[in-house]
């Protein structure tokens, strides 16, 4: 799944693709935005992603199904 978060002062949105379910994800957003002080998410390939919960802009969830690729997505 591709998570997109929008950080504040930063020209640039962070895109991770993890391994985790929607309702983790938009658990672990709310629990920032209601306090915690830092969103910690872990990407596919197991590396910790902090961002402080002051600065999320936005927080963009993509969908579970991954895209086909090839001839045979026709």
């Given at each position: 799944?591709?998570?997109?978060?929008?950080?504040?002062?930063?020209?640039r949105?962070l895109?991770?693709?993890?391994?985790?379910?929607?309702?983790?994800?938009?658990?672990?957003?709310?629990?920032?935005?209601?306090?915690?002080?830092?969103?910690?998410?872990?990407?596919?390939?197991?590396?910790?992603?902090?961002?402080p919960?002051?600065?999320?802009?936005?927080?963009e969830?993509?969908?579970?199904?991954?895209?086909?690729?090839g001839?045979?997505?026709?």
């Amino acid at each position: 799944m591709e998570i997109t978060i929008g950080v504040q002062n930063l020209a640039r949105e962070l895109t991770i693709e993890t391994d985790a379910t929607a309702e983790e994800i938009s658990k672990a957003v709310t629990d920032a935005l209601n306090g915690k002080p830092v969103l910690e998410l872990t990407d596919s390939r197991g590396r910790k992603i902090l961002v402080p919960s002051a600065t999320i802009g936005y927080v963009e969830i993509g969908a579970e199904e991954q895209r086909k690729v090839g001839f045979g997505s026709l």
